[in-house]
């Protein structure tokens, strides 16, 4: 295989060039701006996102971290289960209660009972489950609720805060 | 050496690499510019494996193919003008119209060796084949040329 050039082409070569460069370095300039503008777009973006819009936490996270927030202890047997009431917080326009729901039988799948308070209610999950409920501040320190076992019709229940050492500041308007 | 005399003292054979190729003076501009503009945010990354004049090229190479697969050679292919070619001689003029009368591939090879100066290695590294490949298509190119050339 023969590498012989044909003809002499370098003389092709001598071209007479425009001033690419000062324009590619303006280009470059303004493309690089263009970009630091768009991050800077975005990133103040979401920061005005996750200021208006701060991810929801959950109902177990805001009792626990309330500034006010009492350690109750309170237990119910209801049905197959163990119904303790561990913290009450205020939650500034409500209050905050969280439950632990245990088995009170060893082991395998149980039904459990269902608890409500004025409208809102929660199952029992599983064993140990953290059980929240978030419900309006009661003018008097009592919040009734209902149980439902499975089987049978509702019974209602009864539950006094101003026994259970939770502060009536609480609650109080 | 500023990064702008670094380019400056290859604008010329750029600006030759993409005339040559696709025949159009605006695109070739065009496709200068945008070679420059893309050097200069790649030049952070270049460490020296390969000589400026090759790495440039290899850029150079990546813009005319996006080029290409945009349709620009459908557009811009073509003869020379030789009315505008002025006082050069006539044996440029066939030259370049032998040239403008090959393919794209051929043109490009016989322009970044035999216009340009590349060694056939460098030359390969620069379009992305082996150095038989390249040279291969290099012979093929230059025999076309002859043919092409002798018919002008």
């Given amino acids: 295989m023969s590498e012989e050039r044909p003809l002499d082409l370098r003389s092709l070569a001598n071209v007479d060039s425009p001033d690419a460069v000062r324009s590619a370095l303006r ?60 913290r009450v917080a205020d939650l500034g326009d409500s209050l905050g ?3 632990l729901v245990w088995p009170a039988g060893a082991g395998g799948r149980l039904s459990f009972p269902t608890v409500a308070f004025a409208g809102v209610s929660s199952d029992g999950g599983g064993e140990g489950t953290l059980v929240p409920f978030e419900v ?22 009864v539950l006094d805060l101003r026994h259970l050492g939770v502060p009536a500041r609480y609650w109080e308007p | 050496m500023e990064l702008e005399d670094v380019f400056r003292a290859h604008q010329q054979a750029v600006f030759a690499y993409f005339l040559r190729v696709i025949g159009n003076r605006q695109d070739a501009e065009e496709l200068t510019q945008e070679t420059f503009v893309r050097a200069c ?68 090879a016989l322009v ?17 084949v082996s150095a038989e490949t390249f040279r291969v298509r290099l012979h093929r190119a230059r025999r076309r040329f002859r043919e092409a050339y002798g018919g002008v």
Avoid at chain 1, 136 to 157: H, K, N, Q, V
């Fill in chain 1, 97 to 99: 209660l969280e439950w």
């Fill in chain 2, 41 to 108: 945010s790649a030049a952070i990354r270049f460490r020296g494996d390969s000589s400026v004049k090759t790495w440039l090229f290899g850029i150079a190479r990546r813009v005319l193919l996006e080029a290409s697969r945009a349709g620009l050679f459908d557009r811009t292919e073509q003869l020379p003008d030789v009315a505008a070619a002025g006082d050069r001689a006539d044996v440029r003029i066939d030259l370049e119209r032998a040239l403008a009368s090959l393919g794209v591939s051929d043109r490009e």
């Fill in chain 1, 27 to 86: 280009e470059f300039r303004r493309r690089a701006l263009t970009r630091y503008i768009w991050v800077g777009i975005g990133v103040a973006a979401l920061i005005v996102a996750a200021f208006l819009y701060p991810p929801e936490r959950s109902l177990v996270a805001r009792i626990e971290t309330a500034d006010e927030r009492a350690l109750v202890g309170y237990s119910v047997e209801v049905g197959a289960a163990t119904w303790t009431l561990l």
């Fill in chain 1, 136 to 157: 309006e501040p009661p003018a008097d320190g009592t919040l009734e609720g209902t149980i439902r076992t499975p089987g049978s019709g509702p019974e209602p229940f």
């Fill in chain 2, 112 to 128: 970044i060796v035999d216009v340009l100066g590349f060694e056939p290695r460098e030359a390969a590294a620069i379009v992305g």
